[in-house]
């Protein structure tokens, strides 16, 4: 299975080819949100701004802080972005990928199969030294229409009798949101009970790039990840949770994704919470 990455030589190369893939800029923060006045002041020749809480997520409400877009409201914001059903698709962020493999799982998991992930972000091609634009950048509209081709969600009706048959569920936030001791954004702190801690950002390196698909896989396997073991994956509100399901992918596994993780597990206090 091709790599779900792409590194910035590989990108430069494609990036000259006569049909060079599509560029969507992702990049987003918990305090900020969308970033586009970053983008705004530099980003890839070509790529276009792609907004995480607008485009990539509903409004927030009863399904979580981030729940998955309508089907029409993606396609719309694919379509602005010139996303279509031919040619490729490279998502970035600002560097470790943690927004932009949000577009790279929604675009998979709704029907485009030719998308991948800027390994190590703007960061890494500002440190390539490879050359900027700024401004916005209006791209001729795109084809592409959201079809749902894979099954790849649970819901919080399926995860107890998913954590209960032996399956493993990863929480990809940082061990100490997990652990109960400290929660900045939503208003209950704790995880899922059976839930492993997995913080995602242990899948990458210092400098924003992922770790080699060897070392993930000792990291998986070391956290009871087989592929014979289904395994699925939430976070604080879907979005880290999807860069969890990429690394997994470069380890070489599959997984699922519950979009709205904790942010919609709390919302019914009947739901159990672990702090331990």
Known sequence: MPSPLIDIAGLARALREPDPPVLL???????????????????LPGARFVSLDADLADPPGPGGRHPLPTAQRF?????RAGVSEAGGVVCYDGGPG??????????????HDDVRVLDGGYAAWLTAGLAVQTGDVLAAPGDFTARQTRVATLD????????????LLLDARATERYLGLTEPVDPVAGHIPGAVSAPTAENVRADGTFHDPAALRRRFGQLGVSGSRPTAVYCGSGVTAAHEVLALEIAGFSAGLYPGSWSHW???????????
Not at 75 to 79: F, K, L, V, Y
Not at 156 to 167: C, L, N, T, Y
């Open 25 to 43: 800029d992702i990049r987003w923060s918990l305090a900020a949100g969308a970033e586009h006045e970053q983008y705004l002041r530099g980003h």
């Open 75 to 79: 396609t719309e914001a694919m379509r």
């Open 98 to 111: 943690m927004s932009a493999a949000r577009a790279w799982w929604l675009l998979r998991n709704l029907g």
């Open 156 to 167: 919080a009706d399926d995860i107890g009798d998913f954590v209960a048959s032996g399956h």
């Open 266 to 276: 709390i919302t019914d206090p009947a739901r159990p919470v672990a702090t331990s």
